[in-house]
Nanobody, 122 residues
Framework: DLVYSGGGSVQAGGSLRLSCVAS????????MAWFRRAPGKQLEVVAA?????????YYLDSVKDRVTISRDNAKNSMYLQMKSLKPEDTAVYYC????????????????WGQGTQVTVSS
């Protein structure tokens, strides 16, 4: 299972830190990503990180310079620090893992869980 925390409702310009913890399995050896699904839109990769956290991470253009992805393999966890949030960041955020390098075309190889809602009001 994937356990999410850190979502919520904030005003534009606010910050949130999302967390995702995997239990029952490990993401060790996989690149990991934060995905989001906004109302009426397709699932998209927001940010992705390599299996050991080194090398270049991937960030969606619209969130670059506002979010930072990180992971802690010892804790089987991944994080997304978000700042300067905008109403267009409103979505359900999910984490998952995939083989290969961090990239915008990643797919989720594991059960998604319920995700965590982020709502940004103007």
């Amino acid at each position: 299972d994937l356990v999410y925390s850190g979502g919520g409702s904030v005003q534009a310009g606010g910050s949130l830190r999302l967390s995702c913890v995997a239990s029952g399995h490990t993401f060790s050896g996989y690149s990991m990503a934060w995905f989001r699904r906004a109302p009426g839109k397709q699932l998209e990769v927001v940010a992705a990180i390599s299996w050991n956290g080194t090398g270049r991470a991937y960030y969606l253009d619209s969130v670059k310079d506002r979010v930072t992805i990180s992971r802690d393999n010892a804790k089987n966890s991944m994080y997304l620090q978000m700042k300067s949030l905008k109403p267009e960041d409103t979505a359900v955020y999910y984490c998952n893992a995939d083989t290969g390098p961090p990239r915008p075309t990643m797919v989720g190889r594991f059960y998604w869980g319920q995700g965590t809602q982020v709502t940004v009001s103007s």
